[in-house]
């Protein structure tokens, strides 16, 4: 009898401690303060996980109580981006009770914050089915709404930024998901890895949608102290990179496969399904590393992008504005002089459509820097970057630059001369050396800059007239030779312009305006409607008057 009322006591005793620990850990949950309710539920898990070993008179009850402790750790693992350990609570809590409401509900947000929508709308349909539980009803739902919306576009990549545009960038930034269309990784003859096109695409078609694993942003000041700012900036880019690689096995795993420009290096022999990048891959298929925080460092070096807002560098806005992040997908593209895709930053996510159009096994590029510059600059370029560009348009010109008139002519362009003069020299020149075809877009993409100054000056085309090209013949070679690009485009637009064709900006479009519309799309990807890539590159005309 003494026995039995001492293990009663026994109980009574452990059970006051668990109450206690589980009170404990709840008001820290209440508090969100994550760390600590995470230490306190994991005291208390391990205690009621060694009650249940024993013989108990109430094991239902704890049972219970540790599927809740699962599930709470869970939450506030989640709130920490600590996503494959809140994963697994979840995991936990449901095998006690498969259908744990505030689980279910917790594994659909994390599951929808790795973009994996088809598992997430699983779990919110499951909570679904609880209707009692009316409290959560709106936030389900709308999650339910997100979810079906975002799986779709994961598959079909099909957004459309025509509202957002026509309503001046102010309203909602379209929700965007992760999408990889007709792409696959392969050994590139470029250098490394690469991207590649599995069938023909047009100009414009979307290729590509990845999620940053991390950006950072802000307004650069306008004196001497832009560039610590932007190392400041750097550096915070730096810790939330190896920040989430040290949260997630599966970013740790994906950052290790791009390339940390060391040649040689094995790692970047491998070539990596493009499937493992798809946010459904399962964990199994990434080795578990360790953090490698040196790896990350050479790596982002390499691979980190410089983005553009569409809606801040379109309006001309914010010129001061700088952003920074690490995409993985958009990272395997390689650089070249004739790029064949583009990159459009929204938000957190890159899209990459393609530039012009695009056969079935070319490789996709864009370009890494500003490519309507001459070759020796180019070449510069390459090298700050940490190679030397062997692209087909860098081989030719290579063959011309013993070119000692070309040489000239390159170092008097942006020096107040008349460029109409370099620009007919060049031309002549060309001739001369026998330019022909699409080397002849290649020389003008170099020239660039001086095409765009004499068609500035009424004055250089009245004075050099049909004895230089017109507008729309430079225009059509060089996009033949490097797609499309921002410059051009308004160099066309201004064309159109002078030519009073503007007003089919308005209404129906003439050839010329077709035309610009077909560089547009390959600028800003599709944009659904017509209005709204108008007034895209209506921005470019604006912005010369002011
Ligand atoms: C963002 S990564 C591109 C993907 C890389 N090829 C890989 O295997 O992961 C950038 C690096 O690729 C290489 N690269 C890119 N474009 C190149 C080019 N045109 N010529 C030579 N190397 C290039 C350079 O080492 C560069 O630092």
């Given at each position: 009898m003494k026995e039995v009322v001492e293990e009663v006591q026994d109980i009574d005793e452990e059970e006051a401690k668990l109450q206690q620990l589980r009170s404990k850990a709840t008001e820290l949950l209440l508090r969100e303060e994550w760390t600590e309710a995470i230490d306190a539920y994991s005291h208390f898990i391990s205690l009621c996980q060694e009650q249940l070993l024993k013989p108990h008179h109430q094991q239902s009850k704890l049972q219970k109580s540790l599927c809740l402790a699962h599930s709470n750790r869970a939450e506030a693992r989640f709130r920490l981006k600590e996503f494959a350990a809140a994963l697994k609570d979840c995991d936990e809590a449901l095998k006690i009770e498969c259908a744990h409401l505030k689980t279910l509900l917790c594994k659909g947000k994390i599951l929808f914050d790795l973009n994996r929508y088809g598992s997430a709308l699983e779990c919110f349909r499951a909570a679904n089915?609880?209707?009692?539980?009316?409290?959560?009803f709106k936030t389900l739902n709308e999650y339910l709404d997100r979810c079906k919306k975002l799986e779709l576009l994961s598959k079909?990549?099909?957004?459309?930024l025509s509202d957002w545009i026509l309503g001046g960038f102010r309203g909602k930034m379209p929700e965007l998901a992760e999408y990889i269309g007709g792409v696959e990784i392969k050994k590139s003859e470029i250098s490394g890895k690469g991207l590649f096109a599995t069938k023909n695409v047009e100009c414009g078609t979307l290729l590509l949608v990845t999620k940053a694993i991390a950006t950072e942003r802000g307004i650069l000041p306008q004196d001497d102290s832009s560039q610590n700012a932007q190392m400041v900036m750097w550096k915070n880019l730096v810790d939330k990179v190896v920040e989430s690689a040290r949260k997630c096995s599966r970013t740790r795993g994906l950052i290790s496969m791009?390339?940390?420009?060391?040649?040689?290096?094995?790692?970047?022999?491998v070539v990596p399904e493009i499937?493992?990048?798809?946010?459904?891959?399962?964990?199994?298929?990434?080795?578990s590393r360790d953090l490698d925080v040196d790896n990350i460092l050479s790596i982002l070096d390499v691979n980190s992008l410089v983005e553009g807002s569409i809606s801040s560098k379109v309006l001309g806005k914010n010129s001061y504005y700088h952003g920074v992040g690490l995409w993985l997908l958009a990272s395997l593209v390689n650089h070249s002089c004739e790029p064949n895709v583009r990159r459009l930053h929204i938000g957190d996510h890159v899209a990459i459509h393609a530039s012009r159009d695009v056969k079935a096994g070319e490789e996709l590029t864009f370009a890494y820097?500003?490519?309507?510059?001459?070759f020796s600059t180019r070449e510069e370029m390459s090298k700050n970057w940490g190679f030397i560009c062997n692209c087909r348009r860098c081989k030719y010109e290579k063959t011309l630059s013993h070119n000692q008139e070309m040489a000239e002519l390159e170092m008097v362009i942006?020096?107040?001369?008349?460029m109409g003069s370099v620009v007919y020299r060049l031309e002549e020149c060309m001739k001369r050396v026998m330019v022909r075809g699409k080397g002849k877009g290649y020389i003008r993409a170099s020239f660039w800059g001086a095409y765009e100054e004499a068609s500035g000056s009424e004055k250089v085309m009245r004075k050099w007239g049909r004895r230089i090209p017109a507008i729309g013949t430079v225009v059509e070679s060089v996009v033949d030779a490097i797609g499309s690009e921002e410059r051009i485009v308004k160099l066309l637009m201004a064309g159109l312009k002078k030519n009073g064709n503007v007003a089919a900006l308005g209404g129906c479009g003439s050839v010329e305006m077709e035309k610009a519309m077909k560089l547009g799309r390959g600028i800003y990807?599709?944009?659904?409607?017509r209005q709204a890539l108008k007034n895209l590159l209506q921005q470019f005309i604006i912005h010369e008057e002011i």
């Amino acid at each position: 009898m003494k026995e039995v009322v001492e293990e009663v006591q026994d109980i009574d005793e452990e059970e006051a401690k668990l109450q206690q620990l589980r009170s404990k850990a709840t008001e820290l949950l209440l508090r969100e303060e994550w760390t600590e309710a995470i230490d306190a539920y994991s005291h208390f898990i391990s205690l009621c996980q060694e009650q249940l070993l024993k013989p108990h008179h109430q094991q239902s009850k704890l049972q219970k109580s540790l599927c809740l402790a699962h599930s709470n750790r869970a939450e506030a693992r989640f709130r920490l981006k600590e996503f494959a350990a809140a994963l697994k609570d979840c995991d936990e809590a449901l095998k006690i009770e498969c259908a744990h409401l505030k689980t279910l509900l917790c594994k659909g947000k994390i599951l929808f914050d790795l973009n994996r929508y088809g598992s997430a709308l699983e779990c919110f349909r499951a909570a679904n089915l609880d209707t009692q539980e009316s409290f959560n009803f709106k936030t389900l739902n709308e999650y339910l709404d997100r979810c079906k919306k975002l799986e779709l576009l994961s598959k079909t990549g099909s957004f459309d930024l025509s509202d957002w545009i026509l309503g001046g960038f102010r309203g909602k930034m379209p929700e965007l998901a992760e999408y990889i269309g007709g792409v696959e990784i392969k050994k590139s003859e470029i250098s490394g890895k690469g991207l590649f096109a599995t069938k023909n695409v047009e100009c414009g078609t979307l290729l590509l949608v990845t999620k940053a694993i991390a950006t950072e942003r802000g307004i650069l000041p306008q004196d001497d102290s832009s560039q610590n700012a932007q190392m400041v900036m750097w550096k915070n880019l730096v810790d939330k990179v190896v920040e989430s690689a040290r949260k997630c096995s599966r970013t740790r795993g994906l950052i290790s496969m791009l390339s940390d420009g060391e040649e040689g290096n094995d790692d970047m022999d491998v070539v990596p399904e493009i499937d493992l990048f798809r946010p459904e891959a399962e964990e199994e298929r990434f080795s578990s590393r360790d953090l490698d925080v040196d790896n990350i460092l050479s790596i982002l070096d390499v691979n980190s992008l410089v983005e553009g807002s569409i809606s801040s560098k379109v309006l001309g806005k914010n010129s001061y504005y700088h952003g920074v992040g690490l995409w993985l997908l958009a990272s395997l593209v390689n650089h070249s002089c004739e790029p064949n895709v583009r990159r459009l930053h929204i938000g957190d996510h890159v899209a990459i459509h393609a530039s012009r159009d695009v056969k079935a096994g070319e490789e996709l590029t864009f370009a890494y820097f500003d490519v309507l510059q001459p070759f020796s600059t180019r070449e510069e370029m390459s090298k700050n970057w940490g190679f030397i560009c062997n692209c087909r348009r860098c081989k030719y010109e290579k063959t011309l630059s013993h070119n000692q008139e070309m040489a000239e002519l390159e170092m008097v362009i942006g020096k107040g001369l008349d460029m109409g003069s370099v620009v007919y020299r060049l031309e002549e020149c060309m001739k001369r050396v026998m330019v022909r075809g699409k080397g002849k877009g290649y020389i003008r993409a170099s020239f660039w800059g001086a095409y765009e100054e004499a068609s500035g000056s009424e004055k250089v085309m009245r004075k050099w007239g049909r004895r230089i090209p017109a507008i729309g013949t430079v225009v059509e070679s060089v996009v033949d030779a490097i797609g499309s690009e921002e410059r051009i485009v308004k160099l066309l637009m201004a064309g159109l312009k002078k030519n009073g064709n503007v007003a089919a900006l308005g209404g129906c479009g003439s050839v010329e305006m077709e035309k610009a519309m077909k560089l547009g799309r390959g600028i800003y990807g599709k944009i659904m409607k017509r209005q709204a890539l108008k007034n895209l590159l209506q921005q470019f005309i604006i912005h010369e008057e002011i």
